[in-house]
């Protein structure tokens, strides 16, 4: 249905909704009037009984018409039928009510005759607000009403009957035009909600395209980033493995390459497992007092070399301020804000401290290149970096600040960002109070360091990939494991048949072929061995809806690719857990 039709429909719609009360109230009026003049001696019963007789019956008509439309009001429908009925009731009322009233009061009673041509004037000024969205009904209704009064004015010949007929065409021309205007306003009106019903269809079906095609978005990055991380990871674990067989200077040099552009891969993956993690709602908050001086000193630490090797100058400022919040997912904040300052200032220097206020404000100053009013809001997103468009990687993959607003939504925090094109930038990142006192360091939530060597024992690792057991394989041998390696569930069931050594810990891909998930698989085993063997998930997924299954499998998750000190240390802390575990049951 076009514009023209929808307008229609609403016309009609509006004249019949409109249209009872005042239908209702003339046919009171009418009937008290009647009654009234009976009363007087100024009109006889029968022409009373006849004009009442006929109100009612064209009213009711009308009525129910009204009440028929009522039930299909909501529903498309052809108009012109129901406009033509109303039309028609309308030329009944008008006609009835114009010719029936002089008729009653044709007599030389003038004050009566005035009153009479008042409930005209009434009727026809209120038949604006009834039929006035619908113009022909109204000029129908009007004409109808008009006609007879004003033929039978002109008709006396006398100065008074003349002259209320000139008032009375006057009237009529001045309600006509007030009429049409306020049906071009109600049309127009009707006409905007229309447009603006079909701009929000149209901005609803581009949502909708929008969204699905961040879905397929997300679903292409985490497919594409499990089948990149798998090389990569294999990668790491046969780059750990080479450097425990001896080389020359020239050929560690070449691995100490390779490995770092191993860990530059590792850093992209970060950022986007990063991303992941946070959408997926995986990433919890434990909100302590701590102290924040430490933490910047922790932070600005690690990047002063970086900052020096630019001739930049990275300063903070003493604080013995005190804040409650996560201090592990704060210093990531604070991290990717300082990175980017130093990454982003060419000379001069990167300031950081805290201000106070109704919040502790924690800033980050740099004479960096700035931004532009237009580029600021736009930092936030995924990947996009300004002055950049060669995509150097050594300003890093745009991820950074993608991250810093995903944790200060998480932390309830408010990020403020005030910068000017060739003077710098200034993050501000707000922090609740804290009403204790906290610890003078704030470690960020990280574990103790567990001591790692004179490692021995059995690993199962299972993983579908044929160069990640191969590398997994000497990797841990090199550290002294002895090491069965699988493809899937049922393959190791079938190695460790005749092996009788249980295993000291088990290594998983969390997704494995013919979808066998890596948990399920770690369970199988350990109910073989019927010991709560420790068990370790790998994955190179990032696919939101994966990770939160993952997370809630309970056992430890690692990301590919993996450090090879993160590896080491994580074996480490589930083999020495499970042994004090042990130690204490035998004690008890």
């Not at 930092?379 to 991250?403: C, H, K, M, S």
């Not at 960020?444 to 001591?451: D, E, I, K, W």
């Not at 420790?534 to 809806?545: H, K, Q, R, S, W």
């Not at 990770?547 to 090879?564: D, F, M, R």
Request: charged share 20%; glycine share 10%.
């Amino acid at each position: 249905m076009h514009t023209g039709e929808q307008v229609r429909v609403e016309q009609i719609r509006a004249i019949y909704r409109n249209s009872t009360p005042g239908t209702v109230t003339t046919l009171i009026t009418v009937t008290v009037l009647t009654i009234g003049l009976v009363y007087i001696d100024a009109a006889t019963r029968t022409k009373a009984m006849i004009f009442i007789a006929i109100m009612f019956l064209q009213t009711g008509l009308r009525l129910y018409l009204y009440y028929a439309h009522s039930r299909i009001a909501r529903e498309p429908h052809d108009w012109r039928p129901w406009a033509s009925g109303f039309t028609l009731g309308a030329l009944a009322g008008g006609l009835t009510i114009g010719a029936g009233s002089i008729w009653m009061v044709a007599t030389q009673h003038t004050e009566l005759q005035l009153i009479a041509l008042l409930l005209i004037f009434a009727v026809t000024g209120g038949a604006v607000g009834a039929f006035g969205t619908y113009l022909p009904a109204f000029y129908t209704f009007f004409s109808a009403i008009a006609i007879a009064p004003t033929v039978w004015l002109f008709m006396q010949a006398d100065g008074l009957h003349i002259t209320i007929g000139a008032l009375f065409v006057l009237w009529f021309l001045a309600v006509a035009e007030q009429a049409r205007r306020a049906s071009a306003v109600f049309v127009e009106s009707i006409r905007l909600r229309l447009e603006n019903v079909d701009l929000v269809e149209d901005l609803r079906a581009e949502k909708a395209l929008a969204e699905e095609a961040n879905v397929a978005k997300s679903r292409f990055l985490a497919s594409a980033s499990h089948d990149l991380r798998q090389p990569v990871h294999a990668l790491s674990l046969f780059v750990s493995a080479l450097r425990a067989h001896p080389m020359d200077t020239e050929a560690r040099g070449l691995v100490d390459h390779i490995e770092g552009s191993v860990r530059a891969l590792g850093g992209l993956f970060g950022g986007l497992l990063d991303i992941s993690r946070l959408d997926a709602g995986v990433v919890d908050v434990n909100r302590v007092a701590f102290a924040i001086r430490p933490l910047i000193e922790r932070v600005c630490r690690d990047y002063d070399g970086q900052a020096r090797s630019k001739g930049l100058a990275l300063r903070v400022r003493p604080t013995r301020a005190v804040a409650y919040s996560d201090p592990m997912l704060c210093e990531r904040v604070l991290r990717n804000i300082v990175a980017n300052a130093v990454a982003y200032t060419d000379r001069g220097k990167v300031l950081v401290g805290c201000r106070r206020g109704p919040d502790l404000r924690v800033q980050v100053w740099d004479t960096g290149r700035g931004m532009s009013e237009r580029e600021q809001p736009l930092v936030f997103q995924e990947f996009y970096q300004v002055g950049n468009p060669e995509r150097d990687r050594t300003r890093g993959v745009g991820l950074g600040l993608a991250i810093v607003k995903r944790l200060t939504t998480l932390l309830n925090q408010k990020l403020e960002l005030r910068s000017q094109p060739g003077k710098g930038s200034c993050f501000t990142l707000h922090i609740p109070y804290a009403n204790a006192v906290a610890p003078a360091d704030a470690g960020g939530g990280q574990p103790p360091a567990v001591a790692v060597g004179g490692e021995s024992g059995l690993i199962l690792v299972v993983d579908d990939e044929g160069a990640i057991q191969i590398a997994m394989k000497t990797l841990l041998q090199s550290w002294g494991y002895s090491v069965i390696v699988a493809g899937s569930g049922d393959e190791m069931l079938a190695q460790i048949a005749t092996h009788r050594e249980v295993p000291r810990l088990i290594i998983c891909d969390y997704r494995l072929r013919e979808n066998e998930i890596g948990s399920a698989v770690i369970e199988r085993l350990r109910s073989e061995y019927n010991d709560d063997i420790p068990g370790m998930l790998i994955t190179g997924d990032t696919a939101p809806d994966r990770l939160k299954e993952a997370q809630a499998s309970g056992y430890l998750l690692l990301h590919k690719p993996v450090p090879n000190s993160r590896l080491r240390e994580a074996i480490a802390q589930l083999i020495e857990s499970q042994r004090s575990i042990g130690a204490a049951s035998g004690g008890s």
